[in-house]
């Protein structure tokens, strides 16, 4: 088996839109209910209210999600969104173009709104994001250079969230993406990164989708060899009283790393 999962395995059994339509409406009880409350504190509080801030900032594997996204357009002047499958970037690319067979993100949007103390503004938040997307770039985290052909300067911020554990498939091949992320970086450039721990699946529609299981120990030694100081490592366990069968997670990280 090859180190990376590749995008024609991956868009074989992932389905964008019933990814969307299984684990993004907020209040729904989902599992991700538990994990966008998670991740988007963590993202308002390290990109909102923190010192983070910069020109631009890229997302790896945003595609088909713009949930990551909406607290870094506070602070960002210009953000890159990438996609690694075609089906994908179309998902994203409706939202983009407002059409009216787009992924509702309201319960999400509405969410972070709250979170800004800027409720009611979900309608100009969306437009602020979509005018700071100011490019979608095909990325591949096993090479190099991730958005190869494309040669960009490097950037201030990347934020990653459930794309590596779905992108590598063991811990030599996550260490190797995380170093392949550091040549976007400028040196003491930021990294956010989010995603399940523990898990080694997560269905979407009859398909069980494949992620690889990390832990705290086996991230922490990853960053470790990679080359990056974390600055900040969160954790949040499963409930005892979550019943959801969609995936056997055992919890959430978010990771706040520097490059030296
Ligand atoms: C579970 S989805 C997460 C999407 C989005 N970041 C989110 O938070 O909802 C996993 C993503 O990893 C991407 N991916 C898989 N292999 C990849 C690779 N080698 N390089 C970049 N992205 C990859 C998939 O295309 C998909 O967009």
Redesign the pocket.
Known sequence: MSD??KASE?EKVFNPRL?LETYFRLGSGSLADDFMRFVLRNLHKTLCLGELSGHTVID????P?IY?LLSACESFKEIIATW??QT?RQELQKWLNKDPDAFDWSSVVKHVCDLEGNSGKSAEKEDKLRGQIKQVLH????KSN?LEPVVLPQVDCLIS???LE??CRNHDSYATALKNLSNLLKPEGHLLLAGDLGANYYEVGEHKIFSLSVSEATLRKAFGESGYVIREFSCFGKPEDADYDTSDYEGFYFIHAQKP
Not at 60 to 63: D, N
Not at 139 to 142: L, P
């Open positions: 990376f999962t991956y990814y790896i594997g945003t595609c999600s990551q690694y499958t994908e990325c591949d985290v096993s991730p969230t459930v794309c779905a992108a």
